[in-house]
């Protein structure tokens, strides 16, 4: 018996391990598939393809996805070929990416939600598309967004652009998917791809990502190079990754990372280049002295959060309640510098592109545009941000520096910088949102929980990582870790160390609504 039980079990060691599913894979579970031959590149692009064929514009309908790529087939099929002539480029070889459409890639349209920039196709790569095709890694399409990174209209509503329709959240179809990486975060979370790339200026990558139920890291401005990327701030827009795991986040990064002489504030990028997922090391937490920020927030939030910083605890980090110090006018500055760059930063990109392909030259001519098509492009919200922007003086107005130098201050010196240097603090730790507010096609974005974690980590530029926390009346919410420039590396530790002990597995089953429990039944109405 015992050697029929041996002989059983050689027999089931030699089989092969069949491939995970494809809308649960991982960058890492996908990489050792592809590596095990397992499954293809090739087989499964073409599995992505009909699963968004079956739920982003059918069944729930999300409309994460605006275009996708004609040729992913065919670069599977020569990534696969490399692979068989032992040709690896890496963990992200034959690996399908999908990129926000604010992104370049040759070969496919860059509209950031809009239709003025329909058929701005110029040809060319960004530094972020060039090196994910170094990498080995296969554009498979472009996600939807909050139209031009939600900076047209101040009630806007997240998730929608006139390009994509709105954005649905799969945790609850009704509910916001946030903004403005809206259609990165659906479609990573809905098992389209195993990771997207998003853009953040404030908040556009860590509130979906938190969301979702996903992993997602703004990382220090002057990481990831800017160029071709549809802008609003030279001052604070990154690129970053949204993942499912925080290994994947740390593969994505360290494939981002580059020094391009068109965006200056990335000359000393290479130095901070490294592979930071084989660096994951989840000990180095037991080390640390984490600064705990707190806020109101709902008693089911603030029971979640407790329950992940009782984990922190147990990991041996030393936790430290801070107190967050004066920031008065940081956020009015900020939204200052943001008018005036987003006016110089969008004409020069505007420029750029062919004048046969995008008739709009200037941002005066895009406000024009959307007067011209208000069905198409207004039916839910204006553009007086737009307006307010077009209205600034150049960068030389000494308002903006001032504005420049105030917000700046108030983010990095007096901020973050203060509250990690007074407790000698390696991060700091809070929540990231709060869960999905109700999509209201009316009155826009109606959310009043906690979200003044993005703010000095965005205007300082400062790394900041969301890491999923666990589910608050069946929606997600995250539990952010930030710290000082370039210490990617330590919040990366820090989150992987909690991934790893809180153990959480978050995936959506696309409900019409939040089911809210009869003990809640009648309030609010």
Request: overall charge neutral.
């Given at each position: 018996m015992?050697?029929f039980?041996?002989?059983?079990a050689?027999?089931?060691?030699?089989?092969?391990v069949?491939?995970q599913?494809?809308?649960?894979?991982?960058?890492t579970?996908l990489?050792?598939d592809?590596?095990?031959?397992r499954?293809s590149?090739?087989?499964?692009?073409?599995a992505?393809?009909k699963?968004?064929a079956?739920?982003?514009r059918?069944?729930p309908?999300?409309n994460s996805i605006?275009?996708?790529?004609p040729?992913?087939?065919?670069?599977?099929?020569?990534?696969?070929?490399?692979?068989?002539?032992?040709?690896?480029r890496?963990p992200?070889?034959?690996v399908?990416?999908?990129?926000?459409?604010?992104?370049?890639?040759a070969?496919?349209?860059t509209?950031a939600?809009?239709?003025?920039?329909a058929?701005?196709a110029?040809g060319r790569?960004?530094?972020?598309?060039?090196?994910l095709?170094a990498?080995?890694?296969?554009?498979?399409?472009?996600?939807n967004?909050?139209?031009?990174a939600?900076f047209?209209?101040?009630?806007?509503m997240?998730?929608w652009?006139a390009?994509?329709g709105?954005?649905?959240?799969?945790y609850?179809?009704?509910?916001?998917?946030?903004g403005?990486?809206s259609?990165s975060g659906?479609?990573?979370a809905?098992?389209?791809a195993p990771g997207?790339?998003g853009?953040?200026?404030?908040?556009s990558?860590?509130c979906?990502?938190?969301?979702?139920?996903?992993?997602?890291?703004?990382?220090t401005i002057?990481?990831i190079?800017r160029?071709?990327i549809?802008p609003i701030?030279?001052?604070?827009?990154?690129?970053?990754?949204?993942?499912r795991?925080?290994?994947d986040?740390?593969?994505l990064?360290s494939a981002l990372?580059?020094?391009d002489p068109?965006d200056p504030?990335?000359a000393n990028a290479?130095?901070h280049?490294?592979?930071?997922?084989?660096a994951?090391d989840p000990s180095?937490?037991?080390?640390?002295?984490?600064?705990v920020l707190?806020?109101?927030?709902q008693?089911d939030l603030?029971?979640?959060?407790?329950?992940?910083?009782?984990?922190l605890?147990g990991?041996?980090?030393t936790l430290v309640?801070?107190?967050k110090?004066?920031?008065?006018?940081m956020?009015?500055?900020?939204y200052d510098?943001l008018?005036y760059?987003?006016k110089a930063d969008?004409n020069?990109?505007l420029a750029?592109t062919?004048?046969?392909?995008?008739?709009?030259?200037?941002l005066a001519d895009l406000?024009?545009?959307?007067?011209?098509?208000?069905?198409?492009e207004m039916p839910?919200f204006g553009?007086?941000?737009?307006a307010?922007?077009?209205?600034?003086k150049?960068?030389?107005?000494?308002?903006?520096?001032?504005?420049r130098?105030k917000?700046?201050?108030l983010a990095g010196a007096q901020?973050?910088?203060?509250m990690?240097?007074?407790d000698?603090?390696d991060?700091l730790?809070?929540?990231?949102?709060?869960?999905?507010?109700?999509?209201?096609?009316?009155?826009?974005?109606?959310y009043?929980?906690?979200?003044?974690?993005?703010?000095p980590?965005?205007?300082?530029?400062?790394?900041?990582?969301?890491?999923p926390?666990g589910?608050?009346?069946?929606?997600?919410?995250?539990l952010?870790?930030?710290?000082?420039?370039y210490?990617e590396?330590?919040l990366?530790?820090?989150?992987?160390a909690y991934?790893?002990a809180a153990?959480?597995k978050?995936?959506p089953?696309f409900?019409?609504?939040?089911?809210?429990?009869?003990?809640l039944?009648?309030?609010?109405?």
């Amino acid at each position: 018996m015992i050697r029929f039980a041996c002989i059983l079990a050689a027999l089931l060691w030699t089989l092969p391990v069949a491939a995970q599913a494809v809308e649960d894979a991982t960058i890492t579970t996908l990489s050792a598939d592809l590596a095990a031959g397992r499954t293809s590149s090739e087989a499964t692009v073409r599995a992505l393809l009909k699963r968004i064929a079956a739920m982003d514009r059918k069944g729930p309908r999300l409309n994460s996805i605006i275009a996708l790529n004609p040729d992913a087939i065919a670069q599977a099929r020569v990534l696969d070929t490399e692979r068989r002539a032992g040709r690896i480029r890496g963990p992200l070889h034959g690996v399908p990416i999908l990129l926000k459409d604010n992104i370049e890639a040759a070969g496919m349209s860059t509209t950031a939600g809009s239709l003025a920039l329909a058929r701005n196709a110029p040809g060319r790569d960004s530094p972020v598309a060039a090196a994910l095709k170094a990498k080995g890694a296969i554009i498979l399409g472009k996600t939807n967004l909050s139209e031009w990174a939600n900076f047209r209209s101040e009630r806007s509503m997240s998730g929608w652009s006139a390009m994509g329709g709105l954005t649905r959240n799969p945790y609850a179809l009704d509910r916001t998917t946030c903004g403005s990486s809206s259609g990165s975060g659906a479609a990573v979370a809905a098992g389209f791809a195993p990771g997207a790339i998003g853009s953040e200026t404030n908040g556009s990558i860590i509130c979906p990502a938190s969301m979702m139920g996903l992993v997602g890291l703004k990382p220090t401005i002057g990481l990831i190079p800017r160029s071709h990327i549809v802008p609003i701030s030279h001052s604070q827009d990154t690129a970053g990754p949204m993942t499912r795991t925080v290994r994947d986040a740390a593969i994505l990064l360290s494939a981002l990372i580059a020094s391009d002489p068109t965006d200056p504030v990335t000359a000393n990028a290479m130095a901070h280049a490294r592979d930071y997922a084989a660096a994951l090391d989840p000990s180095a937490i037991a080390k640390m002295r984490i600064g705990v920020l707190r806020n109101g927030a709902q008693p089911d939030l603030l029971a979640r959060y407790d329950a992940a910083l009782a984990v922190l605890k147990g990991l041996g980090a030393t936790l430290v309640e801070v107190k967050k110090p004066p920031m008065e006018g940081m956020s009015a500055a900020s939204y200052d510098v943001l008018q005036y760059e987003f006016k110089a930063d969008l004409n020069a990109y505007l420029a750029s592109t062919r004048p046969d392909q995008v008739e709009s030259r200037t941002l005066a001519d895009l406000i024009a545009f959307n007067a011209a098509h208000p069905a198409q492009e207004m039916p839910l919200f204006g553009q007086e941000i737009f307006a307010l922007s077009q209205a600034k003086k150049g960068l030389d107005d000494p308002a903006y520096t001032a504005a420049r130098e105030k917000s700046l201050r108030l983010a990095g010196a007096q901020g973050i910088d203060a509250m990690l240097a007074a407790d000698r603090l390696d991060l700091l730790v809070t929540i990231s949102y709060g869960p999905a507010w109700p999509s209201d096609t009316v009155w826009g974005d109606q959310y009043e929980g906690p979200s003044g974690s993005t703010g000095p980590a965005a205007i300082a530029g400062y790394p900041h990582l969301t890491v999923p926390m666990g589910l608050v009346r069946g929606l997600p919410v995250g539990l952010s870790f930030i710290g000082a420039p370039y210490k990617e590396q330590r919040l990366l530790d820090a989150g992987y160390a909690y991934e790893q002990a809180a153990n959480l597995k978050l995936k959506p089953d696309f409900r019409a609504t939040v089911d809210i429990g009869p003990e809640l039944e009648g309030i609010g109405r």
